[in-house]
């Protein structure tokens, strides 16, 4: 029996993104709504289902545009709910950008 796989994707917001305009100007920072977007995005992509919920996240470090990052996505635990952190894709710098937990709609209590 092989061990669950970790979901694993490189993504990248552009400069051009419509809501970097006003959040920061002159200091443009990705917002944690479109870091979530991503993430979420990730684990349609890799056939985890819609995502229900975040009942966790701690942001830990702002993140730029036009910077790459990885999304991670742990195998489901108790109740379902999955870990993800958000990374830089630079070994030579790691910063954790995001971490939390997911719950998908296949595996929501009301599901």
């Known amino acids: 029996m092989q ?3 970790v979901q694993s994707a ?3 917001i552009g400069a051009d993104h419509p809501s970097l305009t006003g ?3 002159g200091h443009p920072v990705v917002p944690g709504v479109i ?3 991503q993430v979420a995005a990730v684990a349609r992509a890799h056939g985890l289902g819609p995502v229900a919920a975040f009942p966790q996240v701690k942001f830990l ?3 730029g545009p036009e910077t790459a990052f990885r999304i991670e996505i742990d195998p ?3 109740g379902g709910r999955q870990a993800f952190r958000v990374v830089a894709d ?3 710098a790691p910063v ?3 971490t939390g937990q997911l719950v998908t709609i296949q595996d929501s209590p009301d599901a």
């Open 35 to 37: 870091v979530l977007d």
């Open 3 to 5: 061990p669950p796989r």
């Open 23 to 25: 959040h920061f100007p």
């Open 96 to 98: 954790t950008y995001c």
């Open 10 to 12: 490189v993504r990248r």
């Open 61 to 63: 470090a702002p993140l």
């Open 90 to 92: 630079d070994t030579e």
């Open 76 to 78: 489901p635990g108790l």
